[in-house]
């Protein structure tokens, strides 16, 4: 059995080894985070040990000492060791933790690295570097480990110089949990100072809840030497759980430095919000929001949600249980006085609990962000750029606080006709006409596409705002919203015009249908005409007065799903083609003209060039673009004669 087992070498898989080159160049200027990273996953391992020793005490090996990380440095050997008495890690695990990445979308993230150092640094943070970054100061990284429960003999060795491979055999380890140590490059001695390596534990890791020790070092300056060799170990950091102070005795860089150890980011968080509630069932919730989007936020099977601790005791990372997918960018802990410590995964699914708690959070998480958006609209607009998308899933995820999510949305706007997205529904309402009763808005597939459309010009002649949506998501979370604080929203490419006059003088309804049909019986037969011509591809054509400067445009019925919604389901592979209403400019000369044309076959292809251009002016494609271009042209000869 063991003979199976002796030293071998292994490549690392692809991605580590572009990562580690990657990293070591860009994380060198900020080299120091190497023992915030083996500290974090020493802790990790410590709570993974109590969890696991729950129901398995057996693992704690009858070894009284308590949980902690040792730092030790040697400045003869130049070596750092780092060491931990927490799960430990069996030879599987090294070998699929120590070698490979399992995060999916690794390789695209890789792709996305530009060599910008400045970028590439920003990029790596939110990947998460974790173990690798030893090498940043490391020639050769050494890890000696042993999992908790196992025997001695089945301790581990994992060597590497971080060059594309690394060796692996089994050793004799007679305690738990795992060892690393680093033979630093030349040039980075500055690690082998006790002062040095004091200074960057507080810095990053005073408050993990773990103590974190060192040899006590007196060092007399004169006589040149240490005063006490034989050292005793002490606590270096705080050691006490973050979110289980008072916060009023918490800094603000503490708040900081535990958000980049548990979400594993190298930037500070945006906001966050540290409560403690109380009565029929009692914990604390310290939530953050961070400043940028992970590299893999969209990836289907990423893991998400908060730490869960109970009474202090780590239980699960990414416990998703308590937020909605809507608000995955969320990152934080939870620890609960209520749930058994024996709380697995499926019984979280289902329990009332956390169904309490699970509201409270998502309530927390949104008051958060409006409380942002209310004190700082500049940073409320980044936080939007980063995660808006992921934000507008909330209206269809979360009935019982859409208008809460409605409220945190950011839209373009014909108010200012730029891209960036940043007029909130409240704004809008606010510069609303006095009788207009509806929030107005324009989807389409591109900002560009939306902001031209001819379904605004009558909207920008009476200077009425519309919203410009251009987001792949937006049609699909419109159908979800229906309303905002009494208002509908209406697509102003959908349905029928509604009366854009919203002044005092405005005409009677009767007074503007008599017109109306007044002006119908002069083209009734011309749209006759049209709709027998066009029947295949319209389900009506009518007049309107929603252009001022096109002839034509198409839109959709009330009940009917816009043109992009559409392509957007026909791009998703369903097999739907849905008649729109070709709608004309009586005012258009063109449109005049084609009243009045005589020849059935001029009649004809005008017919066509309106329909196919009010298509092309809503971002479609046209069926046949070559006899487009064909009758076109001859209509330009026809004027040109
Ligand atoms: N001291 C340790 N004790 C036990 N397991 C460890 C230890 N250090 C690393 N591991 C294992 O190796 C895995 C990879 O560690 P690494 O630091 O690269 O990534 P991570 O901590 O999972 O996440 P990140 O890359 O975001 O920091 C860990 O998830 C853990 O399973």
């Known amino acids: 059995m063991m003979a199976e087992q002796t030293k071998e070498t292994r490549g690392f898989q692809t991605e580590v080894k572009q990562l580690l080159h990657l990293m070591i160049n860009a994380l060198y200027s900020n080299k120091e985070i190497f023992l915030r990273e083996l500290i974090s996953n020493g802790s990790d391992a410590a709570d993974k040990l109590r969890f696991e020793?729950?129901?398995?005490?057996?693992?704690?090996?009858?070894?009284?000492?308590?949980?902690?990380?040792?730092?030790?440095?040697?400045?003869?050997?130049k070596i750092i060791v780092i060491r931990d008495n927490g799960i430990g890690m069996s030879r599987e695990e090294v070998i699929s933790h120590l070698g490979t990445i399992a995060k999916s979308g690794t390789q695209e993230f890789l792709n996305n690295l530009t060599g910008d150092q400045v970028k590439d640094?920003?990029?790596?943070?939110?990947?998460?570097?974790?173990?690798?970054?030893?090498?940043?100061?490391?020639?050769?990284?050494?890890?000696?480990?042993?999992?908790?429960?196992?025997?001695?003999?089945?301790?581990?060795?994992?060597e590497s110089f971080g060059d594309g491979e690394y060796t692996i055999e089994n050793i004799h380890k007679s305690t738990r949990g795992t060892e690393v140590i680093l033979e630093l490059k030349d040039g980075e001695e500055e690690f082998l100072e006790g002062m040095r390596l004091r200074h960057i534990v507080t810095t990053y890791s005073d408050h993990i809840g773990l103590p974190i020790m060192m040899k006590a070092e007196s060092y007399d300056d004169d006589e040149k030497k240490e005063i006490n060799p034989e050292?005793?170990?002490e606590t270096v950091n705080k050691a006490t759980a973050l979110w289980?102070?008072?916060?009023?005795?918490?800094?603000?860089?503490?708040?900081?430095?535990?958000?980049?150890?548990?979400?594993?980011?190298?930037?500070?968080?945006?906001?966050?919000?540290?409560?403690?509630?109380?009565?029929?069932?009692?914990?604390?919730?310290?939530?953050?929001?961070?400043?940028?989007?992970?590299?893999?936020?969209?990836?289907?099977?990423?893991?998400?949600?908060?730490?869960?601790?109970?009474?202090?005791?780590?239980?699960?990372d990414d416990a998703e249980q308590f937020l909605p997918r809507y608000l995955r960018f969320v990152r934080g802990v939870i620890d609960s006085n209520d749930l058994p410590l024996n709380v697995s995964r499926e019984i979280l699914q289902s329990n009332r609990v956390v169904?309490?708690?699970?509201?409270?959070?998502?309530?927390?998480?949104?008051?958060?962000?409006?409380?942002?958006?209310?004190?700082?609209?500049?940073?409320?607009?980044?936080?939007?750029?980063?995660?808006?998308?992921?934000?507008?899933?909330?209206?269809?995820?979360?009935?019982?606080?859409?208008?809460?999510?409605?409220?945190?949305?950011?839209?373009?706007?014909?108010?200012?006709?730029?891209?960036?997205?940043?007029?909130?529904?409240?704004?809008?309402?606010?510069?609303?006409?006095?009788?207009?009763?509806?929030?107005?808005?324009?989807?389409a597939d591109t900002f560009n596409a939306a902001c031209h459309s001819p379904h605004l010009e009558v909207f920008r002649a009476k200077n009425i705002e519309v919203l410009i949506?251009?987001?792949?998501?937006?049609?699909?979370?419109?159908?979800?919203?229906?309303?905002?604080?009494?208002?509908?929203?209406?697509?102003?490419?959908?349905?029928?015009?509604?009366?854009?006059?919203f002044s005092e003088e405005a005409k009677s309804p009767e007074a503007k249908k008599e017109e109306q049909e007044k002006q119908l019986e002069g083209f009734k037969d011309t749209l006759e005409k049209i709709k027998e011509i066009l029947k295949e591809k319209i389900k009506d054509v009518r007049l309107t007065e929603r252009l001022t400067i096109s002839p034509a445009c198409i839109v959709v019925d009330e009940d009917q799903m816009t043109s992009q919604m559409e392509r957007l389901l026909r791009s998703a592979g369903q097999d739907i083609k849905l008649k729109p209403i070709l709608e004309l400019n009586p005012q258009h000369l063109l449109v005049q003209r084609l009243k009045e044309e005589g020849n059935q076959e001029h009649?004809?292809?005008?017919?066509?060039?309106?329909?196919?251009?009010?298509?092309?002016?809503?971002?479609?494609?046209?069926?046949?673009?070559?006899?487009?271009?064909?009758?076109?042209?001859?209509?330009?000869?026809?004027?040109?004669?």
């Open 53 to 77: 020793g729950i129901s398995n005490p057996e693992y704690f090996e009858g070894d009284s000492n308590p949980l902690a990380i040792q730092i030790e440095f040697d400045k003869e050997k």
């Open 469 to 501: 949506l251009y987001d792949r998501i937006d049609e699909w979370m419109m159908s979800h919203l229906t309303e905002y604080k009494g208002k509908k929203f209406q697509s102003v490419a959908q349905g029928a015009l509604d009366s854009l006059d």
């Open 603 to 641: 009649f004809k292809d005008l017919s066509y060039i309106l329909y196919d251009q009010a298509v092309l002016s809503e971002g479609g494609q046209l069926e046949d673009p070559a006899t487009f271009v064909k009758k076109f042209n001859e209509l330009l000869l026809n004027v040109a004669k």
């Open 355 to 443: 169904d309490a708690m699970r509201g409270y959070i998502v309530k927390r998480s949104l008051s958060l962000l409006e409380e942002l958006a209310k004190s700082d609209s500049d940073k409320y607009l980044g936080f939007w750029s980063q995660f808006g998308l992921v934000l507008k899933e909330g209206p269809a995820e979360d009935f019982a606080n859409k208008e809460l999510v409605s409220s945190l949305l950011r839209f373009a706007s014909t108010h200012t006709d730029v891209e960036k997205q940043q007029h909130s529904l409240d704004e809008y309402i606010e510069r609303m006409k006095p009788n207009q009763d509806k929030i107005y808005y324009m989807a």
């Open 121 to 158: 640094n920003h990029l790596i943070g939110q990947f998460g570097v974790g173990f690798y970054s030893a090498f940043i100061i490391a020639k050769k990284v050494i890890v000696k480990t042993r999992r908790a429960g196992l025997t001695a003999e089945e301790g581990v060795q994992w």
């Open 244 to 316: 289980a102070l008072p916060k009023s005795e918490i800094e603000e860089s503490a708040y900081q430095e535990f958000y980049k150890h548990i979400a594993h980011d190298f930037e500070n968080p945006l906001v966050w919000a540290h409560n403690k509630v109380e009565g029929r069932l009692e914990y604390t919730t310290l939530l953050y929001i961070p400043a940028r989007a992970p590299f893999d936020l969209y990836q289907p099977n990423r893991t998400r949600g908060l730490k869960l601790y109970v009474k202090r005791v780590f239980i699960i």
């Open 231 to 233: 050292k005793e170990w």
